[in-house]
DNA sequence: GCTTTGTTTTGTCCTAGACAAATTACGTCT
DNA sequence: AGACGTAATTTGTCTAGGACAAAACAAAGC
């Protein structure tokens, strides 16, 4: 079997880097120098890849580019602390009220177990404190974990779809809201949606009536669907990942896209550093959002 | 207030057109002609915006960019029949055994509506039934109405919303698998899960041992996850709206990541003309994944 | 009818320059 | 020392036009 290698399309995939900031950091750090085919075109080796990988972790962590490429392995030792593999600590078998406990589950890849370890949570500190005080805290942790490269990409993925799915569950099962109609959705991009999932459970739970619409909706979609669902509520929801120069400028495209009468609410983790704009609600923490949604009702 | 006008970064977001090719476009077809803002950047303004989204939705139906960017006015007419908006049909009170009766509560925006008569018919049917003869042809319809025009983005959301939850709350009631064990996602840029969902609740059926990654995982990860979960299939879905001049490279690319002791199972409506590779197996249809797990069965 | 060969269309990649927004460093003032 | 304003730097994104291969189509042959 060749050596694998990836051409510039297949690297933006892998490691989210924009074919410009690759041919850029080529030309403006020396690294990475792919080989190149026949044709002239770029061909990255798997080691290059993979090390791309790193330093984009490492970034979103809050280190700086030109660092990163520069130094040569210390940073792999000193940053990047990979998680020995085969620690495997045993399961507290004690109360297990934890979150150590369920993230131990994903890291033996033992969905069924997570999923179980969940419910029971859920049943036990009910609805609201399960999202409040278990789901955000992990989600955190997880993502925590996951910038220091103890846990993998799959791993990470399979905690957020059986979360999503607990979740969905859940709220299926309240009953018809009576309103305010709240329109949730993410902007193209944004493909994170447990956030908007915690928030519909809780507004749900509050008796709000709640028009899940997934991710990604073009900013002239949302426009229509909050005409289309007469909704009084937009709410949106930006994770931590999500390019922080970008949200400004469309929280603010949006603001001017929606009618004056609909409310903004923005929250997730995205917009810890965003600026308050006029007509536009800025809910950096969950609870944020339940007292928004008593605020609402006083002023209607 | 303003005319509102998008940078080309925003004009990619809304309609899926990469820079690359509206610049390319811009140089050669002579549409479309953005003003430039104060440093000599694109500005696109959104009646050209609009154009573009129509124009982008009859390429996926088949069009050729070229005719239809010369054609003045008269493809808008001719091909792009817009739903009357005020027909409102009345809802079919009889048997209902139509897929236009479910696609109406859609057109109407009553979520509620919509989940109660699809769990009518999860019941009547059963699951397997449910999945064959009213979510995938429901599916396959809502894009057609898509491609015509006769469905908002939005609205196609919602359904997939909302079905994606039905299926999901369905699946978690079946009793765990004995095996094989079936590991599904989706490559990077592919965010259509509803295909998947189908297959994971026809083969859960099964008993097969379902893993459900979510979507958007890149190929590196997806040899990592199938050795950590010790995975003996892994199953992929590209949806129609996929890029189809990537989708070979890409499988066959994974297959080379993948341990040949690993089959790959390939499925979706986007790989109507794959071509053959060794080591994959294409699904094209749902009951073929059927098919394939009986087969697998029978050789281990 | 079908297959093969040439032509057009179309998207993606390439180089290399420019600049603004964000971030850091520095110097001054309180 | 700490706060503040300004200068330098870092960094991503945009621009221009050129090139080419893969796909789609058209035409000709069997």
Same mark, same amino acid.
């Given at each position: 079997?060749?050596?694998?290698?990836?051409?510039?399309?297949? =690297?933006?995939?892998?490691?989210?880097?924009?074919?410009?900031?690759?041919?850029?950091?080529?030309?403006?750090?020396?690294?990475? $120098?792919?080989?190149?085919?026949?044709?002239?075109?770029?061909?990255?080796?798997?080691?290059?890849?993979?090390?791309? +990988?790193?330093?984009?972790?490492?970034?979103?962590?809050?280190? +700086?580019?030109?660092?990163?490429?520069?130094?040569?392995?210390?940073?792999?030792?000193?940053?990047?602390?990979?998680?020995?593999?085969?620690?495997?600590?045993?399961?507290?078998?004690?109360?297990?009220?934890?979150?150590?406990?369920?993230?131990?589950?994903?890291?033996?890849?033992?969905?069924?177990?997570?999923? /179980?370890?969940? @419910?029971?949570?859920?049943?036990?500190?009910?609805?609201?404190?399960? $999202?409040?005080?278990?789901?955000? *805290?992990?989600?955190?942790? %997880?993502?925590?974990?996951?910038?220091?490269?103890?846990?993998? $990409?799959?791993?990470?993925?399979?905690?957020?779809?059986?979360?999503?799915?607990?979740?969905?569950?859940?709220?299926?099962?309240?009953?018809?809201? +009576?309103?305010?109609? %709240?329109?949730?959705?993410? =902007?193209?991009?944004? /493909?994170?949606?447990?956030?908007?999932?915690?928030?519909?459970?809780?507004?749900?739970?509050?008796?709000?009536?709640?028009? *899940?619409?997934?991710?990604?909706?073009?900013?002239?979609?949302?426009?229509?669907?909050?005409?289309?669902?007469?909704?009084?509520?937009?709410?949106?929801?930006?994770?931590?990942?999500?390019?922080?120069?970008?949200?400004?400028?469309? $929280?603010?495209?949006?603001?001017?896209?929606?009618?004056?009468?609909?409310?903004?609410? =923005?929250?997730?983790?995205?917009?810890?550093?965003?600026?308050? /704009?006029?007509? =536009?609600?800025?809910?950096?923490?969950?609870?944020?959002?339940?007292?928004?949604? @008593?605020?609402?009702?006083?002023?209607?």
């Amino acid at each position: 079997m060749s050596t694998l290698s990836f051409n510039i399309a297949a =690297v933006e995939r892998d490691t989210g880097l924009s074919k410009d900031v690759l041919r850029m950091w080529e030309r403006r750090y020396g690294f990475p $120098v792919p080989e190149r085919d026949a044709n002239g075109e770029r061909l990255y080796p798997a080691a290059q890849v993979e090390r791309l +990988r790193l330093i984009k972790r490492l970034m979103d962590q809050g280190h +700086r580019p030109g660092k990163l490429i520069a130094a040569p392995e210390e940073e792999l030792a000193a940053l990047a602390p990979r998680r020995p593999r085969e620690t495997a600590a045993p399961l507290p078998k004690a109360a297990g009220d934890s979150l150590d406990e369920l993230i131990e589950y994903i890291r033996r890849h033992d969905g069924p177990g997570f999923q /179980q370890a969940m @419910q029971q949570r859920l049943v036990r500190q009910g609805l609201q404190a399960f $999202v409040q005080d278990t789901v955000a *805290p992990l989600t955190r942790r %997880v993502g925590e974990a996951w910038e220091e490269g103890n846990i993998e $990409v799959f791993e990470e993925h399979l905690f957020t779809e059986l979360t999503k799915r607990l979740l969905r569950q859940t709220i299926a099962t309240l009953p018809a809201g +009576r309103g305010p109609r %709240v329109l949730l959705t993410t =902007v193209p991009e944004e /493909q994170h949606v447990l956030g908007l999932l915690m928030v519909e459970a809780l507004l749900a739970l509050e008796g709000a009536e709640c028009i *899940p619409l997934g991710t990604q909706m073009p900013l002239l979609d949302i426009g229509r669907a909050a005409e289309a669902h007469a909704a009084d509520i937009v709410a949106l929801s930006f994770s931590i990942a999500f390019p922080q120069r970008q949200i400004g400028g469309l $929280v603010q495209h949006l603001r001017q896209i929606l009618p004056p009468t609909v409310a903004l609410w =923005v929250g997730g983790g995205g917009i810890r550093r965003l600026a308050a /704009q006029p007509g =536009v609600a800025l809910l950096p923490q969950l609870p944020d959002a339940i007292a928004a949604l @008593q605020a609402w009702r006083g002023t209607h």
